[in-house]
């Protein structure tokens, strides 16, 4: 009998394994955490680098849409927050551990040029494992208020380290 009941909730635990559903790589109510370097230029004679982290949501009602908080820095040893920077994310799972994404940000800096800019482009994830991928992104970032108004745009790229729970 306590054989009998032993193999019975086996059975029972196994075929509740067996009735999931295999996870997606993209999923609605998920949070991502990045880890990532840039580089913004004007020209290619002249290039700045930084890097810096930022935290995702992608809402749970609207499995597309995403929004997020980020920040970085020029230097190590910088200020703890030299910018912050609010974003609206659109993305498109293409098959798989694939997906494309659109975004669009504002950044307010807090040092040195004291001012808002504003940035839109494409980007590109590879998830390698279900929480972990790696993501490049291209776009242009427009001064929009501070000393350098309207006088500096800026191309941008990036790549980094995307982790999900």
Known sequence: MKTIVTLILAAVCL???A???PKKAF???EFQGDIFGAVATKDLD???GHYGFGVSY???WIESLGVGVRTSFDELGGHTFENITPRVLWRVPVGGKHALYAFAQATRTFHDDTGWSTAAGPGYEYRTFQHVGFYGEISMLKDIAGPNRSTDTFGVGEVGLRLTW
Do not use: H, M, Q, V
Request: negative net charge.
């Open 58 to 60: 992608y809402l749970p």
């Open 19 to 21: 009735a999931d559903e």
């Open 27 to 29: 999923n609605a109510g």
């Open 46 to 48: 002249t290039a700045r």
């Open 15 to 17: 075929s509740a394994f």
